[in-house]
């Protein structure tokens, strides 16, 4: 793997705007690809951990979110700066995943689990997770089976609420919908994810296994 | 007294973090007083937890990953020849709609003239014999009994 030399006028601290601008310019190829590689790297986790969610193993993740990064370069010209850059990218990323996963007609995707996960510390994630590191883990492995079964509509919506902790706002421009229209998919998926839970992991919910006994 | 909807999308809110400060402050001191609400947040919490749990096992991109990017964005055209390329499918597709409309427009004039599409358009206003006779024995009865009607009542 050969490595990237960072160009001297391209400081890591620029603002996307100013990124996009370099990237497009196309009078300097080598400053223009050099800020192309700083918006990868500044928003390279954020579609990896995104992207992992609908994909098999971590090959599958690495072609996919290459894939979104090609695309994003291909229609770089296209961004017009109405919305912010990462909302843009989400959006990408988030219709890539889907022509993947119809592309494939996966019925049941699994969660990218091998050596090579990288498990950052949360600390809203801390606050809610149990203490016991191997329920955690469990719990963890149920969500994704369950989160992989919600119609595409409804796993998108609570991947991005959930996981990557996306505003009502950022979401509706994700999703190019109004905000409304965020609240009551975001309530009907967790009500589905619920229901789902309930059914299948009754244990897990306090109270579901006694409301189904008594019934 | 069962939660009602509104009620339901405003708890949601709530635990999402998106009601303003005083919109917070407004729901926490309902959540106190309102228990049917209050259990409601607390049936929640099982759900949090479970994908809290599952946010914390996310992989994160693998070294070299923006170069070989990059290495991938070489063997891609220009950014001169991909604008044009976008420009050129944009007008493509609009080619595309333009003559989608003229086709349906040709065949559903082509329908009308072949008569597979009836219109009425120009079609002379007849009836039938037994029709118009239909109609004008009904209209001589009616015509009788209003006769009749306002006779009987210049007798009286």
Redesign the interface.
Known sequence: ????KRHPETPADRPDQELIALA?D?SDAVG??AA??QL??RY??R???LV?RYTRD?SE??DL??EV??RV???L??FQGESQFFTWLYRIAVNAANDLVSKVSRRRLR???DE?????G?E???????DAPLE??E??R???EL?NELPEKFRTV?LL???EDL??TEMAEVLGCRIGTV??R??RA?QR??AL?EERYPD????AACERGGK | MTLTHAD??QL??YL?G?LSAVGAAAFAARLQAEPELAAAAA????????????????????R???????????Q?P???A??NL?AAAGIRRMCQRVLLAAAVVLVASLAVRAGWIATGFGAPLQASPDEVARELQELDSKIRKETTLGTGNERR
């Open positions: 793997m050969f490595a990237l497009l196309g223009s690809e192309f590689v990868v790297e390279q986790d579609v990896f951990r992992s971590h993740c690495e979110a290459q990064f090609l370069f291909r229609k010209h296209t969660l990218v689990e090579f996960l990288d498990v950052p949360d809203r994630a801390t606050q809610y997770a149990p955690r883990a719990l963890a149920v969500t994704q989160v609570i609420r959930e996981y505003s009502y609240e009551s975001l309530f967790r994810f619920r839970l897990l919910v306090p109270g | 339901q999308l949601q809110r999402d998106e049936a929640a919490t099982p759900l949090r937890e479970a994908f809290a749990s599952a946010r914390r096992t996310a992989p994160a991109a693998p070299g990953f923006a170069a070989s990017v990059a290495a991938a964005t070489r891609l220009s950014r001169l991909l604008e976008d």
